[in-house]
Nanobody, 114 residues
């Protein structure tokens, strides 16, 4: 399975971005797709995850109420809508998938200026 992440950029504090993670090469019905992020000097943090078939979601406490994960089954794509962004959200965001094994896409940089 190949994952293609996009949508990062530079935004001011309080702004919004939408990340996309498009999957190719597999039917995702038994997969979960999610995002983790890593900022310089900090540990990797799981941000959010969604089960592709049922739509069950999980969020890190740090993003609850601000980020929303969703999926488009027809497009084989998962989205991460990020609202009310804060400088501490600055990181490289990676999408990943899991279904008995794990796989990752490339990262996309999100920078939030104060």
């Amino acid at each position: 399975v190949q994952l293609q992440a996009s949508g990062g950029g530079l935004v001011q504090s309080g702004g919004s971005l939408r990340l996309s993670c498009e999957a190719a090469g597999a039917n995702l019905v038994y997969h979960a797709i999610g995002w983790f992020r890593q900022a310089p000097g900090k540990e990797r943090e799981g941000v959010s995850c969604i089960s592709f078939s049922e739509g069950t979601t999980t969020y890190a406490d740090s993003v609850k109420g601000r980020f929303t994960i969703s999926r488009d089954k027809g497009a084989n794509t998962v989205y991460l809508q990020m609202n009310n962004l804060k400088p501490e959200d600055t990181a490289v965001y990676y999408c990943y998938g899991k279904s008995g094994y794990a796989y990752w896409g490339q990262g996309t940089q999100v920078t939030v200026s104060s």
